[in-house]
C-alpha cells in the first residue's frame, strides 16, 4: 500500500511563488511515476506535470510551461511542485499521484493519490 500525502499550499498573492511537496509512504516507490494534478472549484481534474521513475522526460500540461517544475528526490520519497508567477487561476486543490513506471496525463491511470492541498492565489 502507497500513502502520499501533499503539503506546502496555501494563500498567496498573485505573482508570488510556492512549492507543494508529496510524502510519501509504504510499499517501496522503485518504479512509481509521480504526477501533480489540480482541481479549481467547478471544474473537472487537470493535469500538472509527471516526472518519470527514472527522472528523465518531465511532461507538462501547455498552459503551464514554464511555470512550474516537478522535481523527485527518489532518497526521500518526495516529489515536488515548484510554481512561480502564480495567478488567481491556479486557485485549485492540488494532488500528487502515483502509478507503475510511465507517467500519463489522464488522473485515471494512478492507482494512489494523496488527499490533496489547497492553493488559493488573490489578485
Known amino acids: 500500500q502507497v500513502r502520499l500525502v501533499e503539503s506546502g499550499g496555501g494563500l498567496v498573492q498573485a505573482g508570488g511563488s510556492l512549492t507543494l511537496s508529496c510524502a510519501g509512504s509504504?510499499?517501496?516507490?522503485?518504479?512509481?511515476?509521480m504526477a501533480w494534478f489540480r482541481q479549481a472549484p467547478g471544474k473537472e481534474r487537470e493535469f500538472v506535470a509527471f516526472i518519470p521513475w527514472s527522472l528523465g522526460d518531465t511532461y507538462y500540461a501547455d498552459s503551464l510551461k514554464g511555470r512550474v517544475t516537478i522535481s523527485r528526490d527518489h532518497a526521500k520519497n518526495m516529489a515536488y511542485l515548484q510554481m512561480n508567477s502564480l495567478q488567481p487561476e491556479y486557485t485549485a486543490v492540488y494532488y500528487c499521484?502515483?502509478?507503475?513506471?510511465?507517467?500519463?496525463?489522464?488522473?485515471?491511470?494512478?492507482?494512489?493519490w494523496g488527499q490533496g492541498t489547497q492553493v488559493t492565489v488573490s489578485s
Open positions: 499521484a502515483a502509478r507503475s513506471w510511465t507517467g500519463s496525463t489522464l488522473d485515471t491511470d494512478y492507482k494512489y
Open positions: 509504504g510499499d517501496t516507490f522503485t518504479g512509481y511515476a
